[in-house]
């Protein structure tokens, strides 16, 4: 495996700005449902501030890494998702950090605004959160659709504007649904916000997943390259579609099934073991491919296959860990719901 | 519309004694046919590579449907 720091860098960059767009698009999402439901105001509140306290955290990351890569590392190659192979030249690494270094420095005094309001004056920040978040995700969706840039606009370009894109709708709605699941465990009166948020969430990764296909047929014939990275990302991309049927429907309507007392409950609790797996398949799956996107991998397929098992363990364990430590519930008494 | 309705009368289908939805189905068989066409690809498989992409986005339709009749439906 060929790892170095300019590449680990452009990963970090990539994830912290994708879940900063996230978390801004839904955090907006969010503002606009608490408007139709004043009924749950407080309940609102809590979570848009704990999605804005999201957003500012991997934004400052960002902020730190872009400025890193821009000024002191010079930019890597890089890989598309699936092992479909095109690589962008430094030159065109280089040209996008420059082309959005005017936005970044929107972006980070619109960052310091918020951070100022969500830290010192909440009442402020709530009242300016749709604002906020829409503005944020706008200049996200131009940044990270500029770290790619070319002389002229062609197919390729638009594929690097695809594929870098969709990462705010894949891979960081995915980070989004597990810091909300954990955050909101114990809190009765969160979880049937975010719960029944998560379909609409599940939508969001379906689409960014096709946005990517959609980019691919954009560059096909000539970029496929069909070596063991190849067929580990095209394997991996399969089974995130096989898991995540399982995940968007069967998993979220036994989340919130969940709301309910034991015995009045559709889904057994054994099912919770599905779920558990189901999660740690998704995380360790989308870890995989963005990772394959950005080093290589010189191993045969199976060395790679099994080791992407073995993180799936991995993660298993890590979760029941936590599980067992912090996620332990009493039993509901009566139904949560927002009504 | 019609897709909404659509997902009202076959909301869910019994295959292999198995209740799925049709966005389930399309999407089993996207991710399906995708493993199947890779040992392939280079040949006869690349046309049911293509097909597992048409497939899953058959599937988003189906889905997004499936979460607007659940949500007005609640």
Redesign the interface.
């Known amino acids: 495996m060929e790892l170095n720091l300019p590449d680990f860098i452009r990963l970090l960059i990539q994830l912290c700005l994708a879940v900063a767009g996230a978390s801004a698009f839904w955090g907006f999402v969010l503002t606009r449902r608490a408007k139709n439901d004043p009924d749950h105001k407080s309940e609102y509140e809590k979570i848009i501030e704990l999605v804005g306290k999201i957003s500012a955290f991997s934004s400052v990351l960002f902020l730190l890494f872009w400025f890193l890569a821009s000024n002191f590392i010079f930019p890597a190659v890089s890989l598309a998702h699936e092992g479909i192979k095109i690589a962008p030249t430094n030159e065109y690494i280089r040209a996008g950090f420059l082309a959005s270094t005017f936005f970044v420095f929107l972006f980070s005094i619109l960052v310091l605004i918020s951070i100022k309001y969500l830290f010192f004056n909440k009442a402020r920040f709530q009242k300016l959160a749709p604002k906020f978040f829409l503005i944020q995700f706008l200049l996200v969706a131009i940044i990270i659709s500029l770290q790619v840039l070319k002389p002229s606009f062609d197919k390729e370009q638009l594929f690097f504007i695809f594929h870098n894109f969709h990462s705010i709708f894949t891979l960081a709605i995915v980070v989004l649904i597990d810091i909300l699941y954990l955050t909101t465990f114990k809190n009765n009166s969160l979880k049937p916000i975010v719960y029944n948020l998560f379909p609409w969430m599940s939508i969001g990764i379906w689409i960014g997943l096709g946005l990517d296909f959609a980019s691919v047929f954009l560059i096909l014939p000539g970029a496929l390259v069909l070596n063991s990275q190849f067929f580990l990302s095209q394997t991996v991309v399969a089974i995130i579609i096989l898991n995540g049927t399982l995940l968007s429907s069967r998993v979220n309507d036994y989340l919130i099934d969940s709301l309910k007392p034991v015995e009045t409950r559709k889904f057994k609790t054994s099912f919770e073991q599905v779920f558990h797996w189901s999660g740690s398949i998704s995380i360790v799956s989308w870890l995989t491919i963005y990772s394959v996107d950005f080093f290589k991998f010189n191993a045969s397929f199976p060395v790679l296959f099994f080791s992407y098992i073995a993180f799936i363990f991995l993660a298993r364990a890590v979760y029941e860990v936590i599980n067992r430590k912090f996620l332990k519930l009493e039993p509901l008494s009566e139904p949560l719901g927002l009504n | 519309m019609a897709v909404i309705t659509g997902i009202k009368y076959f909301k869910q289908m019994k295959i292999l004694g198995f209740k799925l939805?049709l966005?389930?189905v399309f999407?089993?068989l996207?991710?399906?046919a995708?493993?199947i066409s890779?040992p392939w690809?280079?040949g006869s498989g690349f046309n049911l590579w293509l097909f597992?992409?048409f497939a899953?986005?058959t599937?988003?339709v189906f889905?997004?449907a499936?979460?607007i009749y659940?949500?007005k439906h609640q």
């Open positions: 939805k966005s389930e999407f089993l996207s991710g399906l995708m493993l890779l690809i280079s597992a992409k899953y986005f599937g988003i889905f997004i499936d979460v659940n949500n």
